[in-house]
Structure formats: structure tokens, C-alpha cells
């Protein structure tokens, strides 16, 4: 196991470095000046532009660059937002929302996917089955900013269930809305998969040996086919993470919730490119990090990792 | 216990099939054919495929759906406008055609959605496929580029990618920004298929005939390998889609002058609470067309699925 | 519909009484009926063994008896009674007390029946638990331990905590033999338990099987495709043929005084009864058989009479010196050892002739097979095919090399490519070596179809459409496209039912014979290699530890290795020139 950890860590280093360097290359490496490029049509006074010059230092060779870039990366300098913020400090306050909403949303879509996929596994072919397919392949398709309005529209403004913003109260009460959206938008893939293994755990030898043994049904389907299905689904939620950056970016925009998320959302669409960049990037070393865990979380489960 | 006796079943010749006797269908089959008798028979098939291709007519020849321009004619005294004659969507803020506007955008975000796949669905298959087959020190520099491109949320590059190309902005640079980060999934599904199939007797049959690993890899295994790529391909097509939209949505997509799906529900996002209808038509149309792509892989995926059919 | 099997001459009350039963499935091209009509019993403390080729319903019988059939199997008749009781009207609650505590089920793969993510010892003690064996976990951890122990499982106490991929086949298998005895039932299931295992091993499992199940008189009902071990190990045997008993009785008379045509051709086409009539040098134990019967001992007879006037001077067709193979295999993330799979390996193969090399898994054999096909580079050593060295080739050398020697795989399934017609899999040689225009292709494949006795409408055919031997006949048709000299078999009939091996081993034979081939003959199963192989190289961990003439080794092996792997052939010491 400690090997296991070891070498995860260490497969890690690779892709830090490679992630950072893709993103820095994006955003230097192209043709004509980056700081005016990141700004589009809008033109950074001569402070801005001599602070972030100074910044990317960009006096320096590429390579040069990017090392200068790195180490001030990881003592924790990264730059300075339009207004005036270090991206630090912002990120020190909005992280926590962000973490907190990003938790109520997997723990809602782990809750239903596993549940509604073991069942739809169990009665396949069957109406539960085709019931959750169809609503899952809807929500997978509806784009999430759709969903967000119209979960705003609907559920918040026409109905007043919930508070159409978040604001400055960011209580499990009032950020359930948001919560619940980011839910939505991610749980098929996961359930669909959930269904599919149960449909061939459930086919397996070691399966009908419990029947054999004497175990009752309500034993057989927790704890050997509920639990080898929970693997497959453990290590998927890994990609789903990516989708819920994504996602949370755009529901804490249409929420307005003080996250991280927000953060990069108002930084998109004010096209305040060198804030979009540093938020991208802490986004991405987060990624990699719940990568991490989610491979030691498989280990965990799965014992042909654990004593390999 | 008593002593068995020895029985002796009443032999009758006819019954005795010959060893090994070929016995053949009327029909030939293959994976090919069999996955189109089962996809035949679902009547969800033809509902999606349907939908495609409307959504297909509509981008390639707009005029036969709608005769009303989505760009002229736009009268600011409409804004907003609910439904009249001729005009069964009612209006935009600016005044124009809602049918008429999701009816041309079909061709851009269609056009997003497959250029975006087939970047990603090329590299995705170099990658997967030369990884897998080669193994070795191949396997180890192409994996580990994968991981980092799979490290990266394939729109939170995009965001990059268009933040920094805000000149360059068409259907083509987002159609790229969205590919070339898109493809580390297809390679990493493809390269553990090839791993399996490479495992296969048929390959070492093939390289012992005398053929090159590299004729093997494209003659034997890839074909092998390729109903997973499909049922991707097919899924990701919608997933482009959306991206799109979203791009667009957050304002780093298609320049705003541009008719897309994506750009009208943006623009409409601000008259949400007075006419939520403009905003609700394009994304009917984009949630209809991405759940059609997304049902035909999962139908796709239904019917090359051998342990699905097995089981009938 | 069935006679009575057993006449009621004694009181003992049969144990279970199976009678007409009829069990079917649901597929996709409708209700296929897998058992038609089965009846038979099993007395206390009786061993029972049901023979049969793939799908003759043996499986589907046993399980069917305990409702353990997929999900798409149904029993559509008859009655299986046990105690007393219909166990096919038997409600869900009734059968799960009665798996495990009153009928155990040992499977066939014990790669597969163990659940990868519990501990042996969790998977052990669940069956002690289900049926009330112990009253708490202490209890249970204790009896669990027990069971292992008598299952043979040395250190059980310390192996409790590890997880099934720490073990080996054997000791799987053990540990399954362990869970299906675990509350004493009365009657034990036993599917194949030994057919994934190697030979060796085999025989002490079977033995071990069969001391427990004595000790504790319980039942056993052994379900195999082996008519020889299944007569070793059963007072009585079923042979069962597509759904049907065809005759049942005590094992020696039924072996030695066969009466159903079925069992006679099962007998005939046994290679470990063969080589047994073979050894007694009476090959005439069996009627000679008729029509497309194929008798395995007549037909090795005629062989080596054939190959005996072969030409065995001159350069032999293979010749490998000092052949050796050294992999470096991972340890842990940053080590890796060497590990010498072929050690300096030597022999030659006359032209003509027919050499096997036998050998238990990871002996290296398949390793010297693909090092002889050019598909693995030899560390050291040289491999001479017709006196040319074939280590240290270019392209071009290689390519003609391919055309003179041409190999068979195991895997009927996994040989051919699944999306190409079995006329372009035929053809893929030809294609490769570039010979001849395409009339002259398309003759070609006509020719080789018809040499391995298939009809030519199965060219335009996928291989899924074909059965096993049909798909091994195929690549064999692949093989000899390209008219080779050798023809290396790797474990080439290995995964066929016995009737089907014997028409392939015919086959190979007569091909041999006609158009004068050299086969190296890759084996496990030492029975196969008496009735077709003229020398033998009996590998062991990497090395040739005895090589010889095959009637020598057979009658006089000189390693206790050999003589191990002599013992373990099932049925090596049943009588049979009564």
C-alpha cells in the first residue's frame, strides 16, 4: 500500500509540472504580446501592464519564464486580481463555499446514483429502469447553465421555494438549490455505470458460490454485489470532478455564490484574462489532487491494489 | 445402498447427430449485422435518428424550415415579444425571429460539435491506439500526456484558450480549443480495449503470417477495438455540443455576432424573469438534439454489447 | 418417460431422487430445453459422476438441483427430492436452508468464485454464519480456520486475512472445497472441480475431495467431461448426451462393457483411455468403430506405423540449441529480476515426425513455442528450421521463414479475427506472402477448406456462426495455406470436447501423412501426447527434464517428475483389457 501511495505521488509530479507548463505555453507561447492578448479589446493602463510584465516576467526566456512562474506558484504568489486583491487572499475566503457546495453536490450524486443505479441494475429491462434512463439522459443533456435557470426561474423566482441568490449566507439551507443543480447535472454517468456493473456482478461466479454457500438475497446484493460495484463508480468520479469545476463555475455564477467558482466566472465574463488564468490553474492542481485521493480511495476499496 | 443397475438408454440412430456437424443460420452474421437486427428493433432508434436528421436538414438548408430571416427585419418595437403569426416563438430582445434564429443556429453548433469531435476522435485514436498496441516506453511518453491533458477539464482549457484567442474567435478555434483537450478520455478507453484485444490469439495468428505489427495493429486489432471509440465518438458529439453552448454562455465561445444556439441563450439570460421563453426555445432545441446523439450511443452501445445480446 | 435406474432391492432410502427433470432457457432465439427428462438417485455416503461434452445439460442438472440455474434458466418438470421434499416447489426461504447446510456446491473456476474484494477468511466464515455453524463471530472464526485446515490449506489461522489473489489456483480451489463442506451437508456438488487446475494438482485435490468426503460420509455428485476421471473417482457414472441419460451404471462395467454407441464413441475418442489400451498394447478393448467413430488407439497405431517409414535422416526440420529466455520481471515500483522462463533448452524434431513437449503451466513451453515461431526473440541459443539458423533474420529472411512454418493456437474463441469471413481469414496468408493473383488465392483456399473437411459455403461465414473444433479446422485451413513444412501446435486441441479432439487428432494425422508435415506438439496432457506424438520433451520450470521416444517414457520414465505427471492422467490405473 505505502508503495501504491508512493508511486501515485510521484505519477503526480509529471502532470503538475505538464498541466502548469500546458497552461503557461497557452498563454505565452502564442503569437504577439500575452498581456494584451488576455485582454481582448479592452487596453490595461501602463501600471497593469508593467506589474503583470513583471509578474510573468516576461524580460526572460520561455523557459525561464515558466520556472520563475513555478516557484512563485508554489510559495503561494499568485498575482493579483483587476481589483487589486491577491489571488491568494481571495482564494483563502471564497475556497471554503466553494469545498462546502462541491461536498453537498457529490454527496446528493453519489446518494443517487448508487441507489437509483442498483435498483435500475436489479429490475433491468424493467419500468424503474427505463424510467430513470430516460430522466438521466435528460439531465445529461440539458446544458448546465439551462438547468441552473430554469431551476431559478421555476423553483426560486415563480414557486419562492428557494432564494433565486446565495449571497453572503452561504448556509447548507440556503445553497441548496445550487447544490441540488450541480447534483442533477452529474449523476447520470455514474448512475448509468453503477447499473451496468451491478448487471455483471450479478452475472458472476462468485456471486451464485454465495447463493450456494446458503446467504439470502439480502445479504448476496450489499455485500457482494452493492460492494464490487461501488469500485468502478469510486474511480468514475474522479472525471466527474472535472465536470463538477466546471459546473460550479457556472451554477455559483448564476447563483451568486461567493466561491471560487463565482470568482473565475466574474473573471470570464469581464475578460480579466490574467485572473482567469491563475484561477484555472489553482482549479487544475485541485483536479490533480482529488485525482489523488480518488486512486487512494480506490485502493482502499479494492484489495487487488491494496497488497499488490 | 442398493446395487445400480446398468442402464442402457433406447438407442435410436437418427438421434445421434454427426461430430461437429456444421450447422449455419440462413442469415451470415457478424457483430456488424447482428447490432443492426437488435438496433432495428427498438423503436426509441428511429426516434432518435429521426431527430438527427432534421437537426441535419436544418443546418445543412435552413430555408426549408423557416422563411423568415433570424438577422433582418429585427424591429426593437417586438422586443421581447410573445408569439404572433408567422412568428410562433415570439421575439428576442433585439427584436428578431426566435424560430427563425434556433433554426440557423443548428449549422453552427452542429458544425462545433462534429469539427470538435473528430479533432478529438483523431488524436484520441493515434494516442490510444500507438500507447496500447506498442506498450513499452511508446505507452509510458503517450500515457503520461494523456494524464496531463486528462488532468485538465477540457472547457476550463477552452476558457484559456479563447480568453487568449479573444481575436481569433470562429467556429474553427473553438472547435479546436474544444478537441485538442477533449481527446485524453478516448485515448485512455481506447488503449485498455487494445490492450485486450492485442492479448487475442488472432493477433499472434496474424504477426506469424508474416504481417507487420503495424499492418496487424490497423488490419486486426483496431477493428476490434472500435465499437467502444463509436459509442464514445457519439456521446462526446453531444458533449461538444454543450460545450459550445457553455463557451458561449460564459462569453470566451463564438463571437456575438455569430448565430449559435449557445450565444442566444446568453443573450437571453438577462430577460429571464420577462420573457423566459426566449431563452427556453434554444435550449429545448439544444437539449433535444444533444439527448437524441446521446440515445443513439447509448442504443449504439446497447446493441454491440455482446453480454446484452447474449442475454437477449 | 425414463426407466427406473435403480431397482428398489435394498431399504436404503435414496439420499436425492431426481426424476424427469426438465430445465430450459429463455435466449434469444426463444426457449431452448437444456435437460430433457433426467432421473437418477444418489445414496448416502455414494460418489456419482456425470459425464458429458458441453452442453449434453450436465451443468444445468447440477445446479438446477439447488435453483442456482442464470437468471434466464427455468425447471419446466420433474422433481428433485430431497428429504422428503420437492425441491422444485421448494419456496425461496426453504432453498436457501438447505444451500450450504444440507447440499454443498463446489464450482468449476476458482479464479473466478471468489469474490476479490473480501478476505478468504470473511468469504469462509460467511458460510459458517448462513449456516448456523457458530454462534458468534469468535465461534465462527474458529470453525472457519477448521474448515480451511481440513481443506488442506496449511498456516489457515495466518491465510485467514489475506485476499483471494494472494492464492493460487490450487489453494482456491481448496478454499472453495473448504466453503462447500463447511456445515457437513449430506450431499456435496462438485462442477468441474478440477478441469482449470494443472494435472498435478488435480489429482491431489481429487484426492483430498475424496478422503473428506468419506470421513464425513457425505455424498458426492462430481459433474465432468473426463469419462476417465469420473470412472477413477465414482461408484457410479451418468453419460448424458444433449439433455438425455444414455446409460448409467457402476463405472468399471460401464467402461469395460460399454452398450450405448455414445459411450462407446466417448471411450474410443478418450485419449487417457487410449493411451491406456495403447500401453496394454490391446487396442481392439473397443468394437472397431464404424461410420465417422474415431477410435484414438487404432488410429495412433496406424500413425506411428506411417511415420516409422518416414525419412528420419538428413537435417531435421527443428533444431534448437541451448535455447534460453530470460524475462525481467516488475517487483514493486522501481525493481525488476530476471527470470529464466527457458533454461538452455535443447532438441531436434526429424522431418515428418511428431514432437510434443509437455509440460505443467509456466514451464516454459509456450515460451519455446513462440521463440520457434520468431514471435519472441531468444536471449541466447539458436533455433535451426531445416538446418538455417532462424535467430538472426531480416525482414525479408523472416518472411520466408513464416512461410515454411505456421502455427495452431489453443483459444478456437481468440485465433481468428471475429470481423473478418472465414474466406479472408484463409486467405490473410496468401495475401501477406503475396502469392499468386487472386484466382490462384481463391483456388488456394478451396483446396486447404477441403483438406480439413469443411463444406465451402462456411467461407462467406464469420467465425461466431462456427463451433470450436469447426473454428480450430479453420485455423489449421489458415496454417496450411502457405504449405508449410511445420506446423508448431500450441495446446491446439486443448480446449475441445473429447469427440471433436479425436476428429482433429484424426485430422492432423491424416494431414500429417498426406502431405508429409513436422508438427511440434505443445501439450499439457501427457494422455494426448501418447496417442500422437512420436518423441516427447517433458519440460519443468524452464529445463527438458527427460526427452525420449514416447512408448520409453510411457513404460519406463526415468524422473519422478514424469512419472508424477504419468500418475495424474485420470483413469491411468483402470483395468481395461478385460
Known amino acids: 500500500m505505502l508503495m501504491y501511495v508512493v508511486r501515485r505521488l510521484l505519477q503526480a509530479v509529471p502532470v503538475v509540472i505538464g498541466t502548469t507548463f500546458l497552461i503557461y505555453f497557452m498563454v505565452f507561447a502564442m503569437p504577439g504580446d500575452p498581456i494584451l492578448a488576455m485582454f481582448g479589446d479592452k487596453t490595461p493602463n501602463q501600471a497593469t501592464y508593467d506589474a503583470l510584465a513583471a509578474q510573468y516576467h516576461l524580460d526572460q526566456p520561455f523557459l ?118 450541480l447534483a442533477l447535472s452529474l449523476f447520470t454517468t455514474s448512475m448509468r455505470l453503477m447499473r451496468g456493473t451491478v448487471i455483471d456482478t450479478r452475472s458472476r461466479d462468485f456471486v451464485r458460490t454465495a447463493y450456494a454457500k446458503g446467504l439470502p438475497g439480502r445479504r448476496v446484493i450489499p455485500v457482494h454485489v452493492l460492494r464490487n460495484s461501488l469500485i468502478p463508480v469510486v474511480t468514475n468520479s474522479a472525471a466527474n470532478f472535472g465536470v463538477l469545476m466546471v459546473g460550479a463555475t457556472v451554477t455559483e455564477g448564476i447563483f451568486n455564490v461567493p466561491g471560487v467558482g463565482n470568482t473565475l466566472y466574474q473573471a470570464i465574463i469581464r475578460g480579466e484574462g490574467p485572473t482567469v488564468v491563475s484561477f484555472v490553474t489553482v482549479m487544475v492542481l485541485a483536479y490533480v489532487v482529488i485525482n489523488i485521493l480518488v486512486d487512494l480511495l480506490y485502493a482502499v476499496l479494492d484489495p487487488r491494489i491494496r497488497y499488490a | 445402498m442398493p446395487k445400480p443397475e446398468h442402464y442402457v438408454a433406447p438407442f435410436d440412430e437418427n438421434e445421434m447427430a454427426e461430430v461437429d456437424k456444421v450447422k449455419l443460420n440462413e442469415k451470415p452474421s457478424n457483430l456488424w449485422s447482428d447490432a443492426w437486427r437488435s438496433l432495428r428493433r427498438r423503436p426509441l432508434f428511429y426516434v432518435s435518428l429521426v431527430t438527427v436528421l432534421i437537426i441535419v436538414l436544418m443546418a445543412l438548408f435552413p430555408t426549408l424550415f423557416t422563411s423568415v430571416s433570424p438577422t433582418d427585419n429585427c424591429q426593437l418595437a417586438n422586443s421581447n415579444g410573445g408569439p404572433t403569426e408567422g412568428h410562433p416563438m415570439g421575439f428576442t430582445r433585439q427584436g428578431c425571429d426566435v424560430y427563425a434564429r434556433v433554426v440557423w443556429g443548428a449549422r453552427t453548433s452542429l458544425a462545433v460539435g462534429l469539427l470538435a469531435t473528430a479533432i478529438s476522435g483523431v488524436v484520441g485514436v493515434i494516442m490510444g491506439a500507438l500507447a496500447g498496441f506498442y506498450g513499452g516506453w511508446v505507452d509510458s511518453v503517450l500515457s503520461r500526456l494523456g494524464d496531463i491533458f486528462f488532468s485538465i477539464p477540457y472547457i476550463l482549457a477552452a476558457v484559456v484558450v479563447m480568453s487568449v484567442l479573444a481575436d481569433y474567435r470562429s467556429v474553427w478555434t473553438l472547435a479546436f480549443a474544444i478537441g485538442g483537450f477533449a481527446w485524453a478520455s478516448l485515448a485512455r478507453i481506447l488503449r485498455s480495449e487494445i490492450l485486450r484485444v492485442k492479448s487475442g490469439d488472432f493477433v499472434m495468428a496474424s504477426i506469424a503470417t508474416g504481417r507487420t505489427r503495424f499492418s496487424t495493429l490497423v488490419s486486426h486489432v483496431l477493428p476490434n477495438s472500435i465499437t467502444p471509440v463509436i459509442v464514445y465518438l457519439t456521446l462526446s458529439l453531444g458533449g461538444a455540443i454543450v460545450a459550445e453552448a457553455t463557451l458561449s454562455f460564459l462569453g470566451v465561445g463564438l463571437p456575438t455576432t455569430v448565430m449559435s444556439w449557445g450565444n442566444d441563450i446568453s443573450a437571453a439570460q438577462t430577460s429571464l424573469r420577462t420573457a423566459p421563453m426566449t431563452l427556453i426555445w434554444p435550449s429545448i432545441f439544444l437539449t433535444v438534439t444533444v439527448l437524441a446523439f446521446i440515445t443513439l450511443g447509448e442504443l449504439v452501445r446497447d446493441a454491440l454489447d455482446p453480454k446484452a445480446r447474449a442475454r437477449g | 418417460m425414463t426407466q427406473e435406474t435403480t431397482p428398489v432391492t435394498d431399504t436404503a432410502e435414496p439420499l436425492v431422487s431426481i426424476k424427469d427433470l426438465e430445465i430450459g432457457f429463455q435466449t434469444g432465439n426463444g426457449f431452448v430445453q437444456a435437460v430433457k427428462g433426467v432421473s437418477f438417485d444418489i445414496f448416502p455416503g455414494e460418489t456419482v459422476a456425470i459425464v458429458g461434452e458441453s452442453g449434453s445439460g450436465k451443468s444445468t442438472t447440477a445446479t438446477g438441483i439447488i435453483d442456482l440455474l442464470p437468471s434466464n434458466g427455468r425447471i419446466t418438470g420433474g422433481q428433485v427430492v430431497f428429504g422428503g421434499k420437492d425441491l422444485t416447489k421448494a419456496s425461496k426461504q426453504e432453498i436457501v436452508r438447505i444451500r450450504g447446510r444440507e447440499i454443498g456446491y463446489v464450482p468449476q473456476d476458482p479464479m473466478s468464485n471468489l469474490n476479490p474484494v473480501w478476505s478468504v477468511g470473511f468469504q469462509v466464515r460467511e458460510a459458517v454464519l448462513a449456516n448456523n455453524m457458530a454462534k458468534n463471530k469468535k465461534d465462527a472464526d474458529k470453525r472457519a480456520i477448521e474448515v480451511l485446515q481440513e481443506a488442506g490449506l496449511a498456516d489457515a489461522e495466518r491465510r485467514m486475512k489475506q485476499f483471494p489473489h494472494q492464492f493460487s489456483g490450487g489453494m482456491r480451489q481448496r478454499v472453495l472445497i473448504g466453503i462447500g463442506l463447511a456445515a457437513d451437508p449430506k450431499l456435496l456438488i462438485a462442477d468441474e472441480p478440477t478441469s482449470a487446475l494443472d494435472v498435478t494438482v488435480q489429482r491431489v485435490i481429487l484426492d483430498h475431495l475424496e478422503s473428506l468426503t468419506r470421513e464425513k460420509n457425505t455424498a458426492l455428485l462430481l459433474i465432468t467431461h473426463d469419462l476417465g476421471l469420473a470412472a477413477e473417482r465414482a461408484s457410479k457414472v451418468i453419460v448424458m448426451y444433449q439433455g438425455k441419460i444414455v446409460e448409467a451404471g457402476p463405472s468399471l462395467d460401464l467402461l469395460q462393457n460399454p452398450q450405448h454407441p455414445y459411450t462407446k464413441r466417448l471411450i474410443a475418442a478418450a485419449p487417457s483411455l487410449a493411451s491406456q489400451r495403447l500401453k496394454s498394447s490391446k487396442v481392439s478393448a473397443v468394437e472397431a468403430p464404424q461410420g465417422d467413430e474415431i477410435d484414438l488407439a487404432a488410429a495412433s497405431a496406424h500413425r506411428h506405423e506411417v511415420v516409422e517409414q518416414a525419412d528420419h535422416a538428413g537435417t531435421p526440420a527443428i533444431e534448437v540449441k541451448d535455447l534460453t529466455k530470460v524475462f525481467s520481471i516488475r517487483r514493486g515500483s522501481f525493481r525488476s529480476e530476471p527470470f529464466t522462463a527457458v533454461d538452455k533448452v535443447n532438441f531436434q524434431v526429424p522431418r515428418g515426425t511428431t514432437m510434443a513437449l509437455v509440460g505443467e503451466s509456466g514451464s516454459g513451453k509456450s515460451t519455446v513455442a513462440k521463440m520457434v515461431l520468431g514471435l519472441e526473440t531468444a536471449t541466447e541459443g539458436e533455433i535451426l528450421i531445416g538446418g538455417k539458423d532462424a535467430t538472426a533474420l531480416n525482414r525479408e529472411e523472416m518472411l520466408a521463414h513464416r512461410r515454411r512454418m505456421q502455427p495452431v493456437f489453443q483459444d478456437p474463441y481468440g485465433s481468428l479475427d471475429p470481423m473478418r469471413s472465414i474466406g479472408s481469414i484463409i486467405q490473410e496468408p496468401l495475401d501477406v506472402h503475396k502469392i499468386g493473383d487472386r484466382k490462384e488465392r481463391e483456388n488456394r483456399v478451396n483446396e486447404v477448406i477441403d483438406e480439413v473437411a469443411l463444406p465451402r459455403t462456411v467461407l462467406s461465414r464469420y467465425p461466431n456462426e462456427l463451433s470450436g473444433g469447426q473454428r480450430q479446422r479453420i485455423a489449421i485451413a489458415r496454417a496450411l495455406a502457405l504449405k508449410p513444412d511445420v506446423v508448431i501446435l500450441d495446446e491446439a486441441v486443448s480446449a475441445l470436447d473429447v469427440l471433436v479432439q479425436a476428429q482433429i487428432l484424426q485430422l492432423l494425422a491424416d494431414l500429417q501423412e498426406e502431405l508429409g508435415l513436422t508438427y511440434l506438439f505443445i501439450t499439457h496432457d501427457l494422455a494426448v501426447v501418447r496417442v500422437v506424438a512420436d518423441d516427447v520433451a517433458v519440460m519443468e520450470r524452464g529445463k527438458i527434464v527427460e526427452h525420449g521416444k514416447v512408448e520409453e517414457i510411457f513404460s519406463n520414465a526415468q524422473t519422478e517428475y514424469t512419472q508424477k505427471l504419468l500418475d495424474a492422467i485420470p483413469g491411468a490405473n483402470i483395468p481395461l483389457g478385460a
Open chain 1, 64 to 181: 525561464v519564464q515558466y520556472g520563475l512562474y513555478m516557484k512563485d506558484l508554489f510559495s503561494g504568489n499568485l498575482g493579483t486580481t483587476f481589483s487589486g486583491q491577491s489571488v491568494g487572499e481571495v482564494l483563502a475566503r471564497t475556497f471554503p463555499v466553494t469545498l462546502k457546495l462541491a461536498a453537498m453536490a457529490i454527496a446528493l450524486e453519489f446518494s443517487l446514483a448508487v441507489v437509483l443505479g442498483l435498483f435500475a441494475g436489479l429490475r433491468k429491462g424493467k419500468l424503474f429502469d427505463n424510467v430513470t434512463l430516460v430522466i438521466g439522459l435528460v439531465m445529461l443533456s440539458v446544458p448546465i447553465f439551462v438547468l441552473g435557470f430554469l431551476a431559478q426561474y421555476f423553483v426560486a423566482i415563480k414557486w419562492g421555494w428557494a432564494s433565486p441568490t446565495v449571497g453572503s449566507d452561504t448556509s447548507i439551507s440556503n445553497m441548496w438549490l445550487p447544490a441540488v443543480v
